[in-house]
């Protein structure tokens, strides 16, 4: 990305202004994805007369209906985006989300909230959109850092309030008797509220986006014939950048303009809108993969010194996966399944009636807590998620390389689901840590090991002009794990109990073990990861810790925002 200059020569200012108010929209989007965990399974049993039948698998359909529908809509919403402006397509995306969560806080029947998920869902074509505004606000390479860090510790942040919110707001008449009456409006819906708070956040974000939010793509002005010293100059712009790189820029689909050449390499399968303690999306064509920091690999013979991603497309003839690429998709695929069932699993049991007395095993039935609980529960997961990643993902994997690290976190990923099913056999004081233990376990092992795969994932890719069409078999094979997970593990919970669902997630994991012997041992020479967060940068290289030494944490004076 060659940096861009204003018309007096000076460099453009870091973006900070929209940044900031894309984030605001940002960070409504997770607050109402994330509110319904907390209460899904207690809905649906509600919703069906207090019927527990399948309930935890129709919990998860519910979790999954808003992802299909985005998967169905987004690359569509991307082409719109393409013609008409980011601005538009974010803004109706935002009112899907509020729309989706009213119609939900309100239905008295179970197929009335699938049909709002479903409708949310192809309503909102954010996931394909917001990530190609942050590209096209950043004019300077110096300032991507900071600014991709923004989106995924925003998404967090959110997915963090969310969690609480849906847990201390749910069943208010219940919790609340004295503020919510029974006969009232909250009594004889006992899931609006969490969903109404998610409303009056969006529609703030909104109408602040309506006001602030300035258009990022000058495609837009081309189609819509605005002023010609407009279309004169961005349009030659444009054609110049598309000619010479092919990244995250690049329009989300083929627009049918006989001067613009845009590549669409975006993933067949997206969606956003499933409620994780951690954003999970990634593209190889940039530099976080998927953290909140920015990661540079240093190419064989050029040691001490970061890999610039390459301003021409060259030509390249040969396979575009190889057997590599494919393995480590089929690790990542294998880890983004098990990981979204404890997402959806961990509150389904959470939340279940104990089919045994207290300190009996237990392998039917479930711990017996509250919404508020689980509420909690959730919160510090995400609150967790963003210290591992934020503070201890760059030093674990400066101190243990990046294969040994995606290896290890894959090899011990089963033992955070088999500490679940015993649980119930503890005495009540010590459940709690135990529930602590698995989620630190989980959050730890998901969060070293996707990172690392990525970045043996392109590590692996032999031109960077195929990144595109990797990133996109890599994301689409984890949206499409991350979307079934969920009603699969609740069939298997409906039909042999908690245990059964929680073996069944280890059991994916120890796949993931097996398929460790058909993955290719990848050498990252040298690895400098931008903690934006600790305004530090760590240098981790191969041939260092082979000689004893490790990387060497240095503050960050070229890359600092």
């Known amino acids: 990305m060659a940096p861009q200059t204003l018309e007096n020569g000076a460099t453009p200012p870091f973006p900070l202004k929209q940044l900031i108010i894309l984030a605001i929209c940002r960070f409504s989007e997770p607050i109402a994805f994330n509110s319904i965990l907390a209460y899904t399974y207690v809905m649906v049993k509600d919703l069906n007369g207090g019927d527990e039948t399948d309930a935890a698998f129709y919990a998860g359909l519910l979790v999954s209906a808003y992802a299909v529908a985005e998967a169905l809509t987004a690359i569509g919403w991307g082409a719109l985006s393409d013609r008409y402006g980011r601005k538009p397509v974010v803004l109706i995306g935002l009112g899907g989300v509020a729309i989706s969560s009213l119609i939900f806080g309100l239905a008295e029947k179970y197929w009335v909230a699938l049909l709002a998920r479903f409708i949310g869902g192809a309503l909102n074509g954010n996931v394909a959109v917001m990530q190609t505004m942050v590209a096209e606000m950043v004019k300077v390479p110096e300032h991507e850092p900071a600014a991709y860090a923004s989106?995924?510790?925003?998404?967090?942040?959110?997915?963090?309030?969310?969690?609480?919110?849906?847990?201390?707001?749910?069943?208010?008449?219940?919790?609340?008797?004295?503020?919510?009456?029974?006969?009232?409006?909250?009594?004889?819906?006992?899931?609006?509220?969490?969903?109404?708070?998610?409303?009056?956040?969006?529609?703030?974000?909104?109408i602040q986006g309506i006001i602030f939010l300035e258009e990022t793509n000058p495609r837009s002005k081309l189609f819509h014939g605005d002023a010609k010293e407009t279309a004169g100059g961005d349009e030659a712009a444009i054609e110049d950048d598309d000619d010479s790189r092919v990244d995250e820029r690049t329009a989300l689909m083929r627009p049918q303009h006989p001067r613009i050449s845009a590549v669409s390499e975006h993933p067949v399968i997206l969606e956003e809108g499933l409620p994780v303690a951690v954003e999970q999306r990634f593209d190889l064509r940039r530099t976080s993969f998927g953290t909140v920091h920015s990661i540079q690999i240093t190419p064989e013979g050029q040691p001490g010194a970061a890999s610039q991603q390459t301003t021409i497309t060259e030509e390249y003839t040969g396979p575009t996966f190889n057997f590599t690429i494919i393995m480590l998709t089929i690790a990542l695929v294998l880890v983004s399944y098990h990981q979204m069932a404890f997402a959806t699993l961990l509150p389904t049991h959470l939340l279940d009636r104990p089919a045994a007395p207290p300190g009996r095993l237990d392998l039917i039935g479930g711990l017996g807590y509250t919404v508020h609980d689980v509420g909690i529960y959730l919160a510090v997961n995400g609150v967790l998620g963003l210290l591992i990643q934020g503070l201890i993902f760059p030093i674990f994997v400066d101190r243990v390389g990046v294969w040994y690290s995606f290896i290890w976190m894959v090899v011990l990923y089963p033992t955070s689901y088999i500490v679940l099913p015993f649980l119930a056999e503890l005495p009540t004081s010590l459940q709690s840590p135990g529930i602590y233990l698995a989620m630190i376990l989980q959050s730890f092992f998901g969060i070293i090991a996707i990172p690392t795969a990525l970045i043996l994932l392109k590590n692996a890719t032999p031109s960077s002009s195929i990144l595109g069409r990797v990133n996109g078999l890599a994301m689409s094979g984890c949206c499409l794990a991350r979307t079934i997970s969920p009603p699969v593990v609740g069939i298997i919970y409906a039909a042999g109990g908690s245990a059964a669902a929680w073996f069944s997630c280890a059991g994916v994991a120890v796949l993931g073990i097996i398929q460790l012997f058909w993955v290719p041992r990848e050498h990252v020479h040298d690895v400098i990861v931008d903690t934006t967060l600790l305004r530090k940068t760590i240098s981790h290289s191969e041939d260092s810790n082979r000689s004893g030494e490790h990387g060497v944490m240095q503050h960050n004076v070229g890359n600092d925002a």
């Open 151 to 206: 989106q995924p510790f925003v998404w967090t942040l959110g997915g963090i309030i969310g969690s609480a919110m849906g847990g201390f707001l749910a069943q208010p008449a219940t919790f609340y008797p004295s503020l919510f009456p029974a006969d009232g409006l909250f009594g004889r819906y006992p899931y609006l509220l969490p969903n109404l708070v998610s409303v009056v956040v969006i529609v703030i974000a909104i």
